[in-house]
């Protein structure tokens, strides 16, 4: 089992740097780490016809890799360009074209990845506005292209001025050191979605039902109607908390 660190920072040892260090630290025994700084790589685009050492290079420790730990700062409110480079260039190596230019998950499909990211803004500020789910977002959108499953994100908002990572943010990085020193099933959430399904079912019903009853008062009572307004309440109620869930919610502080 090994756990490829790749920090994506201008600095080689500043806030990610600390935050990778805290989670590869505490792997369990006989887990091997590496960590990459991407600066260190001159980074460039496949040409068509020529041999790209740089990728390859970088592509075999993601190969020989079980986890990838990516740790980015927010750099104007995104991901760090270093690290959108990387991705940019390695596109050929995560996914697969098909002949009417769709892609799907290329040869690094169900490895695990987790996202490390920080910002000067306070954390009040990171959750209310979100500064850090951009750089997350970039993140989770390639790795799905590239069918690589998410493990998790840590988030260190308030780092102007910062030295020493907070207590609480390397008990959480201690944690996820941990966590994904488990070798992981395929997919290993199958049985948590499941349990998350029925709650969400179970909670959208009930609201349904309590906005289809004041409804009620204006609309015909029959069985269609009844069914028919339900079908629609739950849908759009559904459709949210999903989108929410899935796009939109980003651990921020
Ligand atoms: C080019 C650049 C752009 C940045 N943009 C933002 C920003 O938009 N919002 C923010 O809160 N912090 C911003 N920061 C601050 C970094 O996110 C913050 O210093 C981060 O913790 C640095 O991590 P590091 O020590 O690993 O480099 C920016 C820093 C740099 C260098």
């Not at 080689?12 to 600390?18: C, L, M, Q, S």
């Not at 690094?108 to 500064?131: A, M, P, Q, R, W």
């Not at 069918?147 to 780092?159: A, F, R, S």
Request: hydrophobic content about 40%.
């Amino acid at each position: 089992m090994k756990i490829l660190g790749i920090l994506a920072s201008h600095q080689e040892h500043g806030i990610n740097a600390k935050l990778l260090d805290a989670v590869l630290n505490n792997v369990d025994s006989g887990v091997e780490t590496e960590t990459i700084f991407l600066e260190d790589y001159d980074i460039t685009p496949h040409k068509y016809h020529e041999k790209n050492e740089v990728l390859d290079n970088l592509s075999g420790k993601l190969a020989e890799s079980d986890v990838w730990v990516f740790a980015a700062p927010t750099y104007w409110r995104e991901l760090s360009g270093v690290l959108k480079n990387f991705f940019d260039c390695m596109r050929p190596k995560f996914v697969y074209f098909k002949e009417n230019g769709d892609t799907i998950p290329g040869q690094f499909k169900d490895k695990h990845y987790l996202s490390i990211t920080s910002c000067y803004v306070s954390t009040l500020e990171n959750f209310v506005t979100g500064v850090t789910d951009d750089s997350l977002k970039t993140i989770d959108r390639v790795m799905s292209a590239a069918g690589v499953i998410k493990t998790g994100e840590i988030v260190l908002p308030g780092t102007f001025g910062m030295k020493e990572i907070p207590e609480s943010k390397l008990k959480l990085c201690a944690k996820y050191g941990h966590k994904i020193s488990q070798r992981k099933r395929k997919d290993d959430s199958t049985l948590k979605r499941y349990i998350q399904l029925f709650f969400m079912i179970a909670v959208m019903a009930l609201i349904t039902m309590g906005i289809q009853l004041p409804l009620k008062q204006f609309m015909p009572a029959n069985f269609w109607t009844d069914y028919i307004s339900f079908t629609i309440i739950f849908f759009v109620l559904l459709g949210s908390i999903l989108h929410f869930v899935t796009f939109v919610k980003h651990r921020r502080r």
